[in-house]
């Protein structure tokens, strides 16, 4: 909206016009932020976009690929929402492109899944292959929701969805994310109140699962593929200078930095 310029290379014009995703590049990390508020569905110009992105994403330069927008795909709450709609729709897109990371805001509470696949957690399943057997793996995304920023908290529903690994709305905090190589990624939610840590958590890819993007053998369908260095609508420069305006994003500058709702 007017509130935030990045959203539209055109400010003046109407909120069903504007085009507010982007994506970019920090360190070993490669950033897709689309816009749950608009036509997400299959076909839509931001589908389209987002198809073409993800598949655009060179895994040999950016291992670790992560999709964010505000309202969450899986969330435990009572409340209505969209993420009905984002798992019937976009989902597939995730597990296509092979996306590790998606983070959420809009309900005001910390919470992480499974590594999860069409609302089934995949670790089970995967117990039962090989660590080197692509075929047998399914493939799964962590989810986070890192609402906890400051607003009031929001009530969380008990007992946990079964997908929902860690629920907490009892303090506010921010979400450090560590990638610390192309295989291991380490996260830690730390509570403003006392610095304390709320939850920790590590996600380990094998190196059959990171050897399939160096060979190409995910499947990816190449001649939908935008260059790598160029977002929806701006170039990659302008896309990062006018993200670190936004103070919400801004801890994104460094990949060992906390990032908040």
Known sequence: ?????????????????????????????????????????????????????????????????????????????????????????????????????????????????????????????????????????????????????????NPIPDPKADYMMVTNNDTWGYLKMDFKDEYELTTTFYSDADGSVKDTFTLKKTKAEVAQYHNATDGRNTTVAVPATTSSTTSSTKSIKSIKSIKSIKSIESTTAPLAN
Not at 68 to 97: C, Q, S
Request: with cysteine; net charge negative; charged share 20%.
């Open 1 to 153: 909206n007017a509130n935030f310029p990045f959203a539209s290379q055109n400010p003046s014009s109407s909120y069903a016009d504007r085009e507010p995703w982007y994506d970019f590049s920090y360190g070993n990390v490669h950033t897709v932020v689309f816009s749950t508020e608009h036509d997400f569905t299959v076909g839509s110009p931001q589908y389209k976009w987002l198809e073409r992105t993800l598949a655009a994403v060179d895994r040999t330069i950016t291992p670790w690929l992560m999709v964010a927008g505000h309202r969450p795909m899986y969330v435990d709450t009572a409340w209505p929402g969209t993420d009905i709609a984002l798992r019937a729709n976009v989902e597939a897109l995730f597990h296509k492109y092979k996306v590790d990371v998606a983070i959420w805001g809009h309900n005001h509470s910390y919470q992480r899944t499974c590594s999860v696949n069409n609302l089934t957690c995949v670790e089970e399943h995967n117990k039962n292959c090989a660590a080197d057997d692509i075929d047998c793996l399914k493939h799964g995304v962590q989810h986070f929701v890192i609402g906890m920023a400051g607003y009031e908290l």
